[in-house]
């Protein structure tokens, strides 16, 4: 069993900044890859970003790439997502997921076990 807690949240201006972080327990935290994903109103969810258990290798979206930054602190059992040049676009629920059977790159929702409830951000034009 893995818990997932988002956090980091909230209305930002477009061009800002904001640090999500995912925080797990349960499971040997440094055993599975984490994966970010967002879901905005009448849209599918859709993968944003993906690191390894060890952090060495990660993986984005085209969408958020050179933008947005993963990363892991097995020490906290945690994970980041450090948004920068955040759009409009960017707007939406962003949900954490464990990947425990290794699927790389976790690009697609069935590849997570489980998820976290998720964190809402808001992008003003």
């Known amino acids: 069993q893995v818990q997932l807690v988002e956090s980091g949240g909230g209305l930002v201006q477009a061009g800002g900044s904001l640090r999500l972080s995912c925080a797990a327990s349960g499971r040997t935290f440094s055993s599975y890859s984490v994966g970010w994903f967002r879901q905005a109103p009448g849209k599918e969810r859709e993968f944003v970003a993906a690191i390894t258990w060890n952090g060495g290798i990660t993986y984005y979206a085209d969408s958020v790439k050179g933008r947005f930054t993963i990363s892991r602190d097995n020490a906290k059992n945690t994970v980041y997502l450090q948004m920068n040049s955040l759009k409009p676009e960017d707007a939406a629920d962003y949900y954490c997921?464990?990947?425990?059977?290794?699927?790389?790159?976790?690009?697609?929702?069935?590849?997570?076990?489980?998820w976290g409830k998720g964190t809402l951000v808001t992008v003003s034009s």
């Open positions: 997921g464990a990947d425990l059977r290794g699927n790389w790159p976790p690009r697609d929702n069935s590849a997570m076990n489980y």
